[in-house]
Structure formats: structure tokens, C-alpha cells
């Protein structure tokens, strides 16, 4: 890396250092160690974003969710402690908030989304308070378990905003693990729960919707869809929804005791307002390479792209193999067609049905079925919920973001 005063330059800038910085830093360096590395990341601390959901149980505590990032940063990279504040890849170069311009040869954009509290009136300060609280941040979690211990009975709201959304199904699990804490806490027939759903479908792969619906029924869950959180009354405890059905969208307000509330999320404003972007605000990168489908030293992977796949962390873990591979076959010359790595979508969504049991969702493009295992994936299982626990946790800190690779397969499957 060379620099003066405002200017740094290097082989490979990555903007992001979270699951998929990360992941992507380390395995380049495993590869390629003599490659000029440097990672632009604003925050101190690193958190395992599947954990919320179970630190929202109780079952994690929030510790155990969060690193200093600068122990994951691997060793030879250099991180920059600071934010991406403009792209500006015709001249391959980014503009940081503090004012430093960094130049680079290949550039790896993974900066995110936006968790958009804001677009909620009334979610941002009611956070925390008045029975509101939400996964979508590791504070809003520990409220949320703080909030299931109190509740006594009485209204319990959960929602989830318009698609696309991180973990798309971390709205609901949220929902059935509320709903088995209040069965095993002898309130749930004190209890009315209500799933508001913007969209029309409880899960984006339908062959996961019966096995879900049936736990619907058990735990007599009231879904609601098109139904679309508006605004909160902290003070009052009062949703109000927009909902929509044949005659048009009317507000509808709820009262409530305890309301779980996911936040609208989209682009970050420096992703839409630059040339990366596509018409949505995504980093516009190519469902399969991974290569922005404009600038050929450009790639794109994580909750920040337009590829049609579930944001999770589990198709980071994907693509950034892909992004590696393809990024490595430019610098050595081979980047034609035969030998570009493909990314299939694959995309994996344990879902939490109860406290014991998890349908291991696994599927990729087009909502292929891909099973780890020769199981059917949608039976609710006890094995699937310690591996949740304890197993992908350990494979997420020690496997991919140290850059190591498991040989695993996830071939489509027909049932
Ligand atoms: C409640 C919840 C439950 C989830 N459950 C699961 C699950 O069960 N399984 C699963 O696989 N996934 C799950 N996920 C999703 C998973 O955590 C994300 O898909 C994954 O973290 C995406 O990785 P990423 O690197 O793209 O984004 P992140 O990990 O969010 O990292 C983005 C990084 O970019 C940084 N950044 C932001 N702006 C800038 C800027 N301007 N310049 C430089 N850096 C910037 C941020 O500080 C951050 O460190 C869940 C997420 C949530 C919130």
C-alpha cells in the first residue's frame, strides 16, 4: 500500500467489514497472500447478526453475538476506521468520510443495507420502551427477551415490513419463539398474538409455507397480510397499520402490550446515489459472477446487492468463495467465461418453530430446494436446532471469517 498525506492506494480495496468483508479479506489472503489488502469499516465491533434472534430468546446473550473487529481483521489487511462517503469507479477510486481518497486496481463492495427506523414515525424513540422492541439491532434484542420475561398476558404484535429485508424469516421466528416462551410460561391462553405481514406469503419459498402455517395454527397465531406497520403511539401503545385489500389501503390501529417491530430496509444512500447502483439503489452486480455488470473491476456480494437471493449470511458464505475465485482468474488473466465461479443463490434460513426444533430452510435461485443433508428439510427438527445454536455460530467466527472453506455440497433436490 503506498500513501501520502490524503491519498492511499492498493490491490484490493474492500468497502464493508462485516460478514462478507471479512469472510472475502481473509480467504484472499489465504490465497494470495502477497496481495495489498485494505478494508474500510467504521465500526469497532462486529456482530454475528443470526445471533439476535436467539439473544431475543434468552438464549444467547448479546457477548456472545459481538468482537472487536479488530481481531477479525485478518493479519496483513489493512483496516481503514472509516466510511465509504463516495464511489466513484470511473476513476477507481473511493472517497472516505474523513476525507482520505483511496485508489485501488479491483474494488469488493460490501457495505450492507439500511435498517431505515426512521421510516417508521415513532419506532426510533419508542425503542426500548412502552413494550417496543426489535431484533434488528443487538440493544433492540435484548430488550425484546427483557420484554417476553415481563409480558403477563394480554396483546402481543409482531411485523414484518416489504420485502427485501435481511433474513427474511427472522420477522417470524421471533414470533413462534414468543409464542412457545408464553405456552411454557402458562400465558399463552392469556395471550393474543398477531403476525402482521406487508406481502402476501408467510415465506418467500413456498414449499416451507404448510409445515409454518400449521405451527400458525398450533400456537393460534392471528396473520395478517398486507398489513403494513405505519406508525407507533409509544406512550399510547397504539399501532397503526396500512392495510390493503380489494376496495383500496386503510389505516387500521391496534393496541398493544408488547409490539416486535422490523424496520423498513433498503440501499444505503451512499450505494444509490452512486454509479454502482441500479435503477432500486442495489449494487447492480451479475446474479452468477458476482462482477458488476458495468465496471469489469468491480464485485458485489452481501445484503448490499441486487442479486435475487435471501440476504443471509449463509449465502455470504457463497459468495464470497465465488467473488475470490473470480476476482483472483481476473488478476491472473483467466476471466472469460469458462472460468468464472458460479454462485447458485444458495441461501439458508434456520427457522426457529420453538425452542427445541428448527426447519432448516435451504434453497437457492428460484427457490431451488438445496439440503446439507439427506433429510427432508422441511420436518421440524431437535438436531437442526443445536446446530443453529451451537454449531453455525462456531463455523461463522472460525470457518468463514478466517477464510478457511468446508467442502460441502448443496445440490438441489426434487420432493
Ligand atoms: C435479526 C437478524 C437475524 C438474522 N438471521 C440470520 C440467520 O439465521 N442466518 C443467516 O445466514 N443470516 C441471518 N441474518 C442476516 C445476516 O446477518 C446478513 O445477511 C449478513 O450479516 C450480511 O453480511 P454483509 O457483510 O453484507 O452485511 P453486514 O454484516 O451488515 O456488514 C456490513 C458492514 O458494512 C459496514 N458499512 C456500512 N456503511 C459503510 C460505509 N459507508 N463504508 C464502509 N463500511 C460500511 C457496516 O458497519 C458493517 O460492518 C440475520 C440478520 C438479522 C438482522
Known amino acids: 500500500m503506498s500513501a501520502t498525506s490524503d491519498a492511499v492506494s492498493c490491490d484490493v480495496l474492500i468497502v464493508g467489514g462485516g460478514a462478507a468483508g471479512i469472510a472475502t479479506a481473509a480467504l484472499l489472503r489465504r490465497r494470495r497472500p502477497g496481495l495489498d489488502i485494505a478494508i474500510v469499516e467504521p465500526h469497532s465491533v462486529h456482530c454475528y447478526q443470526p445471533g439476535w434472534t436467539l439473544v431475543g430468546a434468552g438464549v444467547m446473550t448479546r457477548a456472545q453475538t459481538e468482537r472487536p473487529e479488530v481481531r477479525l481483521i485478518p ?186 417491530a422490523v424496520p423498513p430496509q433498503g440501499p444505503l444512500d451512499v450505494v444509490r446515489d452512486s454509479p454502482l447502483a441500479n435503477a432500486a439503489g442495489w449494487i447492480d452486480v451479475d446474479q452468477v459472477s458476482l462482477r458488476h455488470v458495468r465496471y469489469g473491476n468491480v464485485w458485489g456480494l452481501g445484503d448490499a446487492t441486487s442479486t435475487p437471493n435471501s440476504k443471509t449470511a449463509a449465502a455470504v458464505r457463497m459468495q464470497s468463495r465465488v467473488v475470490v475465485d473470480n476476482l483472483l482468474a481476473d488478476i491472473d488473466g483467466l476471466s472469460n467465461a469458462a472460468a468464472q465461479a458460479a454462485y447458485d443463490g444458495y441461501a439458508s434460513c434456520p427457522l426457529t418453530v420453538s425452542y427445541d426444533e428448527v426447519v432448516m430452510a435451504e434453497f437457492g435461485y428460484g427457490g431451488r430446494i438445496m439440503p446439507t443433508f439427506p433429510l427432508d428439510p422441511r420436518v421440524p427438527r431437535r438436531s437442526m436446532w443445536e446446530l443453529t445454536r451451537h454449531v453455525v455460530p462456531r463455523l461463522y467466527w472460525d470457518v468463514m471469517l478466517r477464510g478457511h472453506t468446508l467442502d460441502i455440497a448443496h445440490r438441489p433436490r426434487d420432493f
Open 75 to 260: 493479519p496483513g489487511v489493512r483496516w481503514m476506521r472509516s466510511a465509504a462517503a463516495a464511489f466513484d469507479p470511473d476513476n477507481d477510486r473511493v472517497d472516505l468520510v474523513d476525507g482520505r481518497r483511496v485508489s485501488y486496481r479491483r474494488l469488493v463492495a460490501c457495505p450492507g443495507l439500511k435498517t431505515d427506523w426512521a421510516a417508521i414515525p415513532g419506532l426510533a424513540k419508542s425503542l426500548g420502551r412502552n413494550g417496543v422492541c426489535s431484533n434488528y439491532s443487538a440493544e433492540g434484542a435484548q430488550r425484546t427477551w427483557q420484554f417476553l420475561q415481563q409480558f403477563r398476558g394480554g396483546t402481543a404484535l409482531f411485523t414484518q415490513p416489504p420485502m427485501p429485508i435481511k433474513c427474511p424469516g427472522a420477522p417470524q421466528k421471533i414470533v413462534y419463539l414468543a409464542a412457545d416462551h408464553f405456552r411454557r410460561s402458562n400465558i399463552l391462553n392469556q395471550t393474543r398474538i398477531e403476525f402482521h405481514v406487508a406481502g402476501d406469503a408467510l415465506f418467500g419459498v413456498g414449499f416451507f409455507v404448510p409445515v409454518l402455517k400449521s405451527r400458525i395454527e398450533r400456537y393460534g397465531i392471528d396473520l395478517h397480510y398486507h398489513s403494513n406497520l405505519k406508525s407507533i403511539d409509544g406512550d399510547n401503545r397504539i399501532a397503526t397499520f396500512a392495510v390493503s385489500d380489494a376496495d383500496g389501503t386503510r389505516d387500521e390501529q391496534r393496541a398493544f402490550d408488547l409490539l416486535h
